[in-house]
């Protein structure tokens, strides 16, 4: 484990100890009502004037998350560097975006209350509603690209703001805090599966909870709102990996559903313990039995199915109470991330990175997981384990 590692789960740790008072969560997984705990942790900071001259207040949350994205960027934008590529931003900006349309969005709230479809609505006005209730609407670019100061040393050796690295003027105009954003390139998740990571900025409570030695450890961009990125990822694939990373800082701004990372410990009676017994259940050789591959598949939220061939294995093995124990563990694991509706929303911007305006409008936004197996987090939800 590396020292950013050790230090980010000392401070998740202590998070955890600070957890309290419980609040029903805001969606559902599969049809089961759930209760998480608030996190005491809070960082209120207060953002500029907003449309209408009314100057609002936003609460944004403090604690620390890396929310590593394990499988970001790994079937986009494939070969060099992408110069200008033309399009939309792919990412999906909400209610406090400076540029947003809040007429529009006020004639899609009244369309919704009249249970208007959500495509004509979206059709219509440029505005879509997400499982957790949040208005969005995507953010068109006229040119997008990484500037050659990318390959400065100091990027590598800490962070400099995301304007001095990446252009594209819709997405600062939106939000223009975004070009001041930290950014930078971190070589220790060369040997990882993490392709980079958004991370909220430490408060002082958590400071005060971490041993004197750790907050030695701890640096100024730890202060900071970052996206960090893996330096190991291709360079024709980094654009897509910060399009994902920038919908989590949006997502945390505007109070959208949030992403996160797969659970490391499967507790019982939490989301993920639930799922485990979900799969569990499916994996049960007598059960297995009765059903097709193609079943199977489904059954565990794969969408290809294996074939009979390898099914078959997959049912003499199951009769092994341990191997089905720790395959019910993985696929938990990698569902619950995939099911978040955070980490739905981050690989759709991917996704949909470079569209025109007209192939933003024709195509439609739709999210890779189902909305009745969405697990929806909103801001201080309890962190898995």
Not at 74 to 80: A, E, H, I, Q, Y
Not at 236 to 251: D, S, T
Request: glycine residues 8%.
């Amino acid at each position: 484990m590396t020292e950013n590692e050790q230090l980010a789960e000392a401070m998740t740790a202590a998070a955890l100890r600070q957890q309290q008072a419980a609040r029903p969560m805001l969606g559902r997984q599969e049809g089961m009502a759930t209760r998480v705990p608030e996190a005491a942790v809070q960082n209120l900071m207060t953002l500029p004037k907003r449309a209408f001259g009314a100057a609002q207040q936003y609460a944004d949350t403090g604690a620390y998350n890396p929310e590593p994205v394990v499988d970001a960027a790994t079937t986009l934008m494939t070969g060099g560097m992408p110069m200008a590529a033309k399009g939309a931003a792919g990412i999906f900006g909400g209610r406090l975006s400076m540029t947003a349309d809040h007429r529009a969005m006020f004639e899609a709230e009244r369309m919704a209350q009249q249970r208007v479809p959500k495509e004509q609505i979206r059709q219509e006005t440029g505005w879509l509603q997400q499982p957790d209730k949040q208005w969005r609407s995507e953010i068109p670019s006229a040119e997008q690209w990484w500037l050659p100061s990318i390959y400065k040393p100091e990027v590598r050796q800490g962070t400099v703001p995301l304007g001095s690295v990446y252009h594209d003027p819709a997405l600062y105009a939106a939000y223009p805090e975004l070009k001041d954003l930290a950014f930078g390139l971190d070589k220790s998740l060369r040997d990882t599966r993490i392709s980079g990571y958004y991370a909220r900025p430490v408060t002082q409570d958590l400071v005060d909870t971490l041993s004197p030695e750790l907050q030695r450890q701890l640096m100024p961009q730890h202060f900071q709102h970052r996206v960090i990125l893996n330096p190991g990822v291709p360079e024709g694939k980094r654009m897509p990996v910060l399009a994902h990373e920038l919908q989590h800082y949006i997502q945390n701004k505007e109070g959208f559903a949030q992403g996160g990372r797969a659970p490391e410990r499967i507790v019982p009676g939490t989301v993920p313990g639930k799922l485990f017994e979900q799969f569990y259940g499916v994996l049960d050789p007598e059960n297995l039995k009765q059903m097709s591959p193609r079943r199977f598949a489904t059954a565990l939220g794969e969408s290809k199915p294996p074939s009979k061939t390898g099914f078959a294995v997959i049912q003499e093995a199951m009769e092994d109470a341990q191997a089905r124990k720790e395959i019910a563990e993985r696929v938990t694991r990698n569902q619950a991330y995939r099911r978040l509706l955070g980490e739905s929303e981050a690989r759709l911007a991917e996704k949909r990175l470079g569209m025109t305006a007209a192939q933003q409008r024709e195509r439609i936004p739709k999210l890779d997981v189902p909305d009745r197996q969405l697990i929806i987090r909103m801001r201080d939800d309890e962190p898995w384990d």
